[in-house]
């Protein structure tokens, strides 16, 4: 990476880790960053599905968790590999002054799997619904870039790591949603 972006990223990051330090944040971001919190939703999106569209319901739920797995899949078990970027707790710079309000956690940083695969599935349901409900796209996005910033703010990840991630669950989303227009034309 050059260094003029490197150093850009680095002070990215501490502006989120550092400067919009504040208690609500440190309560909230933590929990929005936790798959577990969101079970509500994708049960919501499940039940929502199936009983909306029936048999093309089913299509939809199967390829909306493919896309995320094969998002999941790539991102960390191919690009991050590939990479080899370490983690904010483990960057020689950032390292002193980052703020871990979680644990670091293990492996690379480079894509944020998170932003990977919400952004996979936030574009997913984008491309399929946009037409029918024209405010799903910022529902969506905010849900997905909602979970991305807090993956910066309790310091596992760097924002490039989290835009990049975006970027490609963004492309992973919208090829699964071509397939799905495939297998489902006139949807």
């Known amino acids: 990476m050059p260094d003029y972006l490197l150093q850009l990223d680095r002070h990215l990051f501490y502006f989120i880790n550092h400067d919009l330090t504040n208690p609500f944040f440190d309560w909230i971001m933590p929990w929005l960053r936790n798959p577990k919190f969101w079970i509500p939703l994708y049960l919501f999106i499940i039940g929502f599905c199936i009983y909306k569209f029936k048999k093309q319901g089913l299509i939809i739920v199967l390829l909306l968790a493919l896309s995320a797995g094969f998002a999941d899949f790539t991102s960390a078990s191919i690009v991050k590999p590939l990479v080899k970027r370490a983690r904010p707790c483990r960057d020689t710079v950032v390292s002193i002054t980052d703020i871990e309000r979680v644990s670091c956690g293990t492996g690379y940083s ?38 991305s910033f807090a993956q910066v703010y309790v310091g596992v990840h760097f924002p490039i790591d989290v835009f990049c991630g975006a970027l490609y669950g963004i492309l992973v989303g919208w090829m699964f949603a071509l397939l799905f227009k495939k297998i489902q034309p006139g949807f």
């Open 110 to 147: 480079f894509p944020s799997t998170h932003a990977t695969d919400h952004f996979a599935m936030a574009f997913f349901l984008i491309v399929l619904f946009h037409k029918r409900w024209r405010w799903i796209w910022l529902w969506a996005i905010l849900w997905a870039g909602t979970i």
